[in-house]
Nanobody
Framework: QVQLVESGGGLVQVGGSLRLSCAAS????????IGWFRQAPGKEREGVSC????????NYADSVKGRFTLSRDNTKNTVYLQMNSLKPEDTAVYYC?????????WGQGTQVTVSS
């Protein structure tokens, strides 16, 4: 059974930092593409960042470029999202996702709230 468990969310002030983690079990992340998505209240879920299975290609939403960094540690089967210079508009539930061909798996989400 595949499980993705996110952690690291919380309440932070504007300009602060958080690091989200996504620990995977039941799947080897080294053969999966990985990514983080977020959903703010009243808005659709949007992609934040994604990385190819080999790690050769990483993309970021324009809104987070230069502030967020996606990484993976295949030895720990864990995905990270380092978030710096946080803004109120970054407030959302953040979801980890991994996918390969037609299969995708999602975590339960972790709340990030940026207060001004």
């Amino acid at each position: 059974q595949v499980q993705l468990v996110e952690s690291g969310g919380g309440l932070v002030q504007v300009g602060g930092s958080l690091r989200l983690s996504c620990a995977a079990s039941g799947v080897s992340l080294d053969v999966y593409a990985i990514g983080w998505f977020r959903q703010a209240p009243g808005k659709e879920r949007e992609g934040v960042s994604c990385m190819s299975s080999g790690g050769g290609s990483t993309n970021y939403a324009d809104s987070v470029k230069g502030r967020f960094t996606l990484s993976r540690d295949n030895t720990k089967n864990t995905v990270y999202l380092q978030m710096n210079s946080l803004k109120p508009e970054d407030t959302a539930v953040y979801y980890c996702c991994v996918w390969k061909l037609t299969r995708d798996y999602w975590g339960q989400g972790t709340q990030v709230t940026v207060s001004s």
